[in-house]
């Protein structure tokens, strides 16, 4: 791969994890329950697609799988969680 491509790769998954901490902070402050449930699985959505850049990045099939078990189980909480709130 070249030099541009992987500085690409790189640049966009900094920026994704950057802004997965400004999630973070709205899920850990969030005014109401919802916020933070949804700030919440931002972040957790934001990791799957830093797993999916890095697949690519570097060329290794097994990080796909992992995030798909990671998006499964993301959906799998949040509908848990919310369904548990609604009660």
């Known amino acids: 791969m070249s030099d541009l491509v992987s500085e690409f790769f790189l640049v966009v998954a900094a920026i994704l994890v950057v802004n997965a901490f400004l999630c973070l902070y709205r899920g850990a402050a969030g005014p109401t329950i919802q916020d933070r449930i ?50």
Not at 50 to 73: C, N, P, Q, R
């Open 38 to 87: 949804i700030g919440i699985n931002i972040v957790n959505t934001k990791t799957m697609v830093v797993l999916l850049v890095l697949s690519t990045f570097l060329g290794e099939e097994l990080y796909l799988d992992i995030a798909l078990v990671y998006a499964l189980l993301n959906f799998v909480v949040t509908i848990t969680i919310s369904r548990y709130i609604e009660t």
